[in-house]
């Protein structure tokens, strides 16, 4: 099966009440950990591939890559752009073989927004791609940019009908107090989302894929593997699972997680090390660093999102 786009994926999980798991990719070793996990489990995937990790590893190495994993699992398999925020940067993905990108006009004006939206979306639906666009904008780190609190803002619901009728995308992101990175809620704060937006969105757009940034749940497992070998993170607060099953039911389809995948994989190497400080191969810590992302995305796949066996 070649690469897919979202489509039936979408319609599949708006219908059956759970979502895919949209995971970032940076090399081989995420890409084989997440496979090797959703083939166990049969369930699809969109693996995503931000501007960065297009900067870090190469668009034609990670979509080789990507390809590579699509025939080893048979599963489908979608190859999304992560927080496109150029025309030019959508175009050359959907030229150089996406089936999928987002358009993060979030940062620019609501008309601004529109018009970049609608010229990604017009482009890509000629070539058979899907668009992402965003409303709303969520607070924390991507790629160089770092949105602070106040300047976050959640998804107005009295915009949606107008931004997904003027634009033609096929499914939108919106901001409802999830957050980029490990820090997203302040030490002893409780995790809140405002589900009622949520509900009003989908109210307005009966049928409509939604997607979720930022919903890591920062397992305390792996923060507490970091610190416990030579790490100094912070307290860090994730989304609880609860809340991310209780958006899996609901009209949200695409739920995001990046992560939650660095701390598993920086939380397995540092033990590694830790355990034998005169190890020097790559291929000795890099294999416990890939099976922990298995382990954790099946977890995720299973428990989390209810994507298992929909592939
Ligand atoms: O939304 C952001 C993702 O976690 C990707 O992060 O831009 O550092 O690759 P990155
Ligand atoms: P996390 O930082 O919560 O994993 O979010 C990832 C994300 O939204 C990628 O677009
Ligand atoms: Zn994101």
Avoid: W
Wanted: glycine share 10%; net charge negative; charged share 25%.
């Amino acid at each position: 099966m070649p690469l897919v786009t979202t489509k039936e994926m979408f319609q599949k999980a708006y219908d059956g009440g759970y979502a895919i798991g949209a995971f970032n990719v940076n090399n081989m070793e995420i890409i084989q950990g997440i496979t090797e996990a959703a083939k166990e489990v049969g369930a699809p995937l969109i693996l995503q591939v931000s501007s960065g990790a297009r900067k870090y590893a190469n668009h034609t190495y990670l979509t080789k890559l990507v390809e590579a994993a699509e025939i080893e699992t048979g599963l489908p398999i979608c190859l999304h752009l992560d927080h496109g925020d150029t025309f030019e940067l959508c175009k050359s993905c959907i030229d150089g073989g996406f089936t999928s990108v987002m358009i993060d006009g979030s940062h620019l004006s609501y008309e601004e927004n529109v018009a970049v939206t609608k010229k990604v979306v017009e482009y890509a639906h000629e070539r058979g791609v899907v668009v992402e666009g965003e409303l709303g904008r969520l607070a924390g780190v991507e790629d160089d940019v770092k949105v602070a609190d106040h300047d976050a803002s959640y998804t107005r619901p009295e915009e949606v009908i107008d931004f997904v009728g003027r634009t033609g995308v096929d499914s939108l992101a919106i901001a409802i107090g999830t957050s980029h990175g490990a820090y997203k809620f302040k030490p002893g704060q409780k995790p809140q989302l405002r589900f009622d937006i949520l509900d009003q969105v989908s109210e307005k757009l009966p049928g409509f894929p939604i997607v979720l940034h930022g919903a890591s749940s920062v397992i305390p497992e792996f923060v507490a593997m970091i610190n416990q070998n030579g790490g100094n993170m912070p307290d860090a607060i994730g989304i609880p699972e609860e809340m991310l099953r209780q958006a899996a039911r609901s009209a949200v389809c695409k739920i995001n997680i990046d992560s939650d995948l660095r701390l598993a994989m920086t939380g397995s190497i540092r033990k590694y090390f830790a355990e034998h400080p005169d190890h020097f191969d790559p291929r000795q810590y890099l294999s416990p660093a890939r099976a922990a992302i298995k382990e954790l995305v099946k977890n995720k796949l299973i428990n989390v999102l209810g994507c298992n066996g929909k592939a």
